[in-house]
């Protein structure tokens, strides 16, 4: 299965690597604009690749653990939460923030059957890496099982940046590399870092903030990657409040985007062997909800406009949005392809919203949270493979505020 997956994903990439792109304001012109390479790599000649790549001894094994992630209808259950947002998620349905109810959810996750269909990979929090279930198998045994791989959440949170109107830069490079090496021996194969960039109608982001996450992003995926972690590369330029409209986020999505892969070229990342996880190109809150075909419109558009091909899969984050209004704008985004990345999702919210409510730390709601799970991850592979027909298991909801959360990692 892992074999096969990988084998799919890598043909779709290895097909588009160097080929131009004209337009992307339609999926025709899109799909028009790929030109067949007619330049191949001969006997005998050099492929130049940085020191960095030909001394990592993981290299291999990053660009296909990134390949399987991103393999066709399949996506990450990110369930990272720090105990602090973990526990206000309880308290939204009675109860109260205990390493046992903690731990309780995050087995209910990761033991719904049939979830591996769906899920490739799951973001953990550093305590959930390290537990277990109540019967006593860890948690990354039971995902491994399913065919889920186990990733990391490896940044410390947000800090403010001096001088600036609220923006945030992420920590958590001190130790970083020794953080990675004992996750890998629990059995993470992937790590996550976000970087958050506020945008409004006329100066934010600032270059500060750019050029800080940026350089943030970049050292962090270095150092995962020589420590055997594919990195998460997370720019998100976040959903808020105001008038701003979608041209303006793609704008500062599109900058913010090229900025991030500079550094990634300066710090000799191996693009195969990362994953990236931007946001979908929304208006601000005040703006009415836009339909999904001009939702998928500007975010393919910006994808070919500031990443690079040989990037295995693009994970959207559900940042905001309704768990169906997450589904069907995934599903629009199908319409550009085929593209020379995988366009899936990398889900928080959209796919435990629902999910927590109906357990509600009830015993007896067990079986029906996780068939609602896997209803949802399922929606969403479909969406993926542009198959969805609907009903939503989750219908309706609105675009949801998502206040920065400052502090650490262990909070």
């Known amino acids: ?26 999926p025709k012109a899109c799909r028009s604009s790929f030109r ?13 690749t940085s020191n960095f790549e030909k001394t990592n001894p993981y290299a291999d094994e990053l660009k296909k653990t990134a390949a399987f992630i991103s393999a066709p209808g399949k996506g990450i259950l990110a369930s990272d939460e720090s105990n602090a947002t973990t526990g206000k998620r ?7 923030n205990t390493v046992e109810n903690r731990q309780a959810w995050r087995e209910l996750l990761y033991s719904a059957p049939g979830l591996g269909n769906y899920i490739s990979g799951t973001i953990m929090f550093d305590e959930t890496l390290f537990q277990s279930s109540r019967a006593g198998v860890p948690f990354v045994d039971i995902l491994k099982e399913q065919g889920i791989l186990p990733g990391i959440k490896v940044d410390t949170g947000l800090q403010p940046i001096d001088g600036t109107d609220g923006e945030t830069a992420t920590q958590g490079l001190d130790g970083l590399a020794e953080r990675c090496q004992r996750y890998y021996k629990q059995g993470a194969r992937f790590a996550k870092w976000r970087a958050v960039l506020k945008v409004d ?37 976040t ?16 900058k913010v985007n090229s900025h991030v892969f500079r550094l990634l070229n300066e710090y000799n990342v191996i693009l195969e062997g990362i994953l990236l996880k931007p946001n979908m190109i ?6 009415p909800t836009p339909a999904p075909e001009e939702v998928a419109r500007y975010t393919v558009r910006t994808m070919f406009r500031s990443v690079p091909g040989a990037v295995p899969g693009i994970h959207f984050l559900s940042g905001g949005m309704s768990e169906e209004e997450a589904t069907l704008n995934l599903q629009a985004l199908q319409a550009y392809g085929p593209t020379p990345w995988s366009l899936t999702f990398s889900y928080g919210r959209a796919l435990q ?26 929606a969403n592979s479909d969406a993926q493979l542009g198959k969805y027909k609907g009903p939503h298991p989750s219908p309706g909801g609105q675009r949801i505020l998502q206040a920065l959360r400052l502090g650490g990692a262990g909070k």
Not at 241 to 251: C, F, L, N, V
Not at 354 to 377: D, H, I, P, Y
Request: charged residues 15%.
């Open 1 to 26: 299965m892992v074999g096969r997956a990988m084998e799919l994903a890598a043909a779709t990439r290895s097909a588009f690597l160097g080929n131009g792109v004209e337009s992307c304001l339609s």
């Open 36 to 48: 067949t390479p007619t330049t191949t790599t001969t006997p005998g000649q050099i492929v130049m």
């Open 239 to 254: 959903l808020g409040e105001g008038d701003y409209s979608i041209e303006r986020t793609a704008y500062i999505s599109e």
């Open 282 to 287: 929304l208006p601000g809150l005040d703006v």
């Open 90 to 96: 309880l308290a939204t349905v009675g109860l109260d």
């Open 201 to 237: 109608n006329e100066v934010l982001p600032s270059s500060t903030a750019i050029l800080e996450n940026a350089h943030g992003l970049a050292r962090y995926a270095q150092i995962c990657q020589a420590n055997g972690l594919v990195p998460i590369v997370e720019p998100e330029v």
């Open 353 to 378: 919203s629902s999910t927590l409510k109906m357990w509600a730390g009830q015993e007896e709601n067990w079986q029906a949270a996780q068939e609602r799970l896997v209803a949802l991850a399922k």
